[in-house]
């Protein structure tokens, strides 16, 4: 497989390496923070802790509305490396302020460095998937998408788990998060420092800073490839999904599993494995070659396993909190996991080949850009996902039927994306008949 042989490969690992440690120094900040506000019960700025956590997500995706815009232009304007460093030592920055912060207890201050966490990564988000193309070949964008998505979710759980672990080491939590931070944003920058150039091909493009008219540009850009926009939505509704499940989890977990903290980090476990195994499974069914029959093959099995939820409903004989062991024991505890993992590995299946489909299907003078307007629009689909959820809970729905009306709707908008783009349900037929 061309992911075993990237990982090694000079063109590639500096880069993965990069933006593993981004991601993983996010979610350290971001879940030491909530599990800070949680646990201390902090009000900050008048707000008290319950919706002072709600708000921390909306204060980290901010910044991707507002300046996703410039930042496509600026990485399409300019040498990809030299940006990347750029933000990497403005993160060592972050870290030592934020490391301040916890030792000092300016718990305000570390809501404002949250927004500044979140507008680096938004600078550094039209970079991720622009600059793959320039790093390696076009038979190897597959393999290296696959180890980019399995990289991103294992930070995301490695980093949450490990910022609410440091942070409860009292009483020496502050110091131990503060080290941790600085510590991966150093390796990050180390990292950073071996990326191979990356030139850009619009070097006269005039950067516009206001959002508005550079963001209307980046959703023109797509329209002029019609299987670029639709992955694009696609791309998107993937976000919207996911959020949607993972936003669920705590309290299915709490409420209908009767698990407690270990039961729910298992499920979270269980979504990185499954996505990245999903990511690995795309990259061997493809080959060397882009298989867009993969995706309809993945929303299948999102909206199967997410409908499977809903009818497994409760486990009986859960009356008390229970661990994984004892979850494990109850009638249909094996079955709820495993339907949970292959949700995830058919959520991989979906989501590998639309982000290899934008990488050599738009331009390298508009690919920045054009990943600059998908990161916009995942941001505002993961604030409507938000807005459903709370939604379902003011109707007072039952949780398993939430995962029911998710899996509905997955099947109609697949449905929708598929009539719009047929090639993908072409390229699927091709495939289960060869």
Sequence with gaps: MQSAKLINDRRFWPF?????????????????????ITFKSLVIFGVDSAKMVALCGGIFILPFFLFSPVAGQIADRFEKSKIIRILKTAEIALMLFAAFC???GRWEMLIVLLFFMGTQSAFFGPIKYSILPQLIKQNELVGATALLELGTFSAI????????????????????????????????????VLINKAEPELKRLKISIEPFSPAIESFGLMRKDRSVLISVIAISWFWFFGAGILSLLPIYTRDI???????????????????????????????????????????????IFALGICVLGEPSGTADMVGIIEFLKTPSGIMILADFLLLSISAGLFIVP??????????????????AGNNILNALFMVVAAIMVTAFFEAKLNIPDMFGIIAVLNAVISLAIFRSLPEFTTSLKKWLTC
């Design 16 to 36: 993965f390496w990069t933006q593993f440690l981004g991601a993983l120094n996010d979610n350290i900040l971001k879940n030491g923070l909530v599990i800070l």
């Design 354 to 371: 639309l982000y290899t489909l934008i990488q050599q299907r738009s331009k390298t003078s508009n690919r920045s850009r054009i990943i």
């Design 102 to 104: 916890f030792t000092a």
């Design 157 to 192: 759980l490695i980093g949450t788990i490990i910022g609410g672990m440091l942070v409860a080491m009292e009483p020496y939590g502050a110091s131990a998060i503060s080290t941790a931070l600085i510590g991966f944003a150093i390796l990050g920058f180390l990292s950073s």
């Design 257 to 303: 599993l009767h698990g407690n903290e270990q039961l729910t980090t298992l499920f979270l476990a269980l979504f990185t494995i499954g996505i990245g195994a999903g990511s690995i499974i795309c990259e061997k069914l493809s080959g060397d070659k882009l298989k867009t029959g993969l995706v309809p093959l993945g929303a299948i099995g999102m909206s």
